[in-house]
């Protein structure tokens, strides 16, 4: 009985080992760096932060997080990203912290916590490499970073975990995994731009119906030399068109930016060191981001009532 419980007592000891910290801490360190990457992302998408370097090209990355899977319920997907990471880092260092008989079981219990976010992050993050190589076709070294770091980070939540039942835990990632693959297959195929391109390297067509003022909007600033920039992919420059309207839309002047859209002008694009889509220069000035159709009126010197 005594060896039993000394075994006991040793087993308890090991798994909750300052030796096991080196892992706790790993996870909280890469935690932290991929909190900073979303959390940068997302002070972008909010407009807070200036536009981000991209190590794979601005372009490519503009293209990913500005598509149509890049929100989710009004707000950057970025933000859940950041928010997970943070939970990691939480459930990573608490253990840490906390001392007295509570210790084991907070241990434990964040022990589970780990492995099964990692699990949810990680299998997520594969479906949005997936998403962005089979249907955005653009790769965003940030997301891939991203992509490492939950991997690594589930690697560490099996190593340092000490798993007496390995069935369970094997049972309950699989578990964990198919549920979010249905999650994410679900979003994946909801989420789509507002209406279908009639052919590649197309915007999407505008449905809405043109009022007069938005007509003759339009016509005041192709007159007056306005121009917007936009991509065919971009869905922001959709809804700016939308604003407009179908007539309207098709009075302004809308230059294309994606190399592989239909009668791009890349050059010019390049040469105006755009922020972001769309963007639009308005008596010399650029201003990036959806516009309301008042704010244009008064940027450009419309006269003109009933916007």
């Not at 260092?93 to 509570?102: A, H, N, T, W």
């Not at 043109?210 to 917007?228: E, F, K, Q, V």
Request: proline share 5%.
């Amino acid at each position: 009985m005594t060896s039993t419980r000394l075994a006991s007592r040793l087993n308890n000891r090991r798994r909750n080992d300052p030796g096991h910290r080196w892992v706790r801490v790993a996870m909280a360190v890469l935690a932290s760096i991929g909190a900073i990457d979303t959390g940068a992302i997302t002070l972008k998408r909010w407009g807070l932060l200036a536009p981000l370097a991209c190590p794979g090209g601005a372009e490519a990355c503009d293209k990913v997080l500005n598509s149509p899977w890049a929100t989710v319920f009004g707000q950057p997907l970025s933000l859940y990203g950041c928010l997970a990471y943070a939970a990691v880092v939480l459930l990573a260092v608490l253990p840490l912290l906390v001392r007295g008989e509570s210790r084991s079981s907070l241990a434990t219990a964040s022990r589970w916590g780990l492995f099964l976010v990692s699990t949810g992050m990680a299998t997520f993050s594969m479906q949005l490499l997936g998403l962005m190589a089979f249907r955005i076709h653009a790769v965003c070294a940030f997301c891939i970073l991203s992509a490492c770091i939950t991997v690594a980070l589930l690697v560490l939540s099996l190593v340092g975990g000490d798993w007496e039942d390995r069935g369970k835990v094997i049972f309950r990632g699989v578990l964990t995994s198919l549920a979010v693959i249905v999650i994410g297959i679900g979003w994946i195929t909801a989420v789509d731009r507002p209406a279908t391109a009639t052919a590649p390297g197309m915007p999407a067509p505008v449905t809405s119906v043109s009022s007069p003022a938005a007509l003759a909007l339009a016509r005041h600033l192709t007159s007056s030399g306005a121009a917007m920039y936009t991509a065919y992919w971009c869905p922001h420059c959709h809804e700016q068109k939308e604003l407009f309207g179908r007539q309207a839309t098709a009075e302004l002047k809308v230059i294309e930016c994606a190399p592989d859209g239909h009668n791009n002008q890349k050059a010019l694009c390049d040469s105006k060191k755009l922020q972001g889509f769309p963007t639009w220069e308005i008596n010399g000035k650029l201003e990036s981001g959806v516009k309301p159709l008042a704010k244009l009126a008064e940027m450009s010197g419309f006269k003109g009532s009933g916007l």
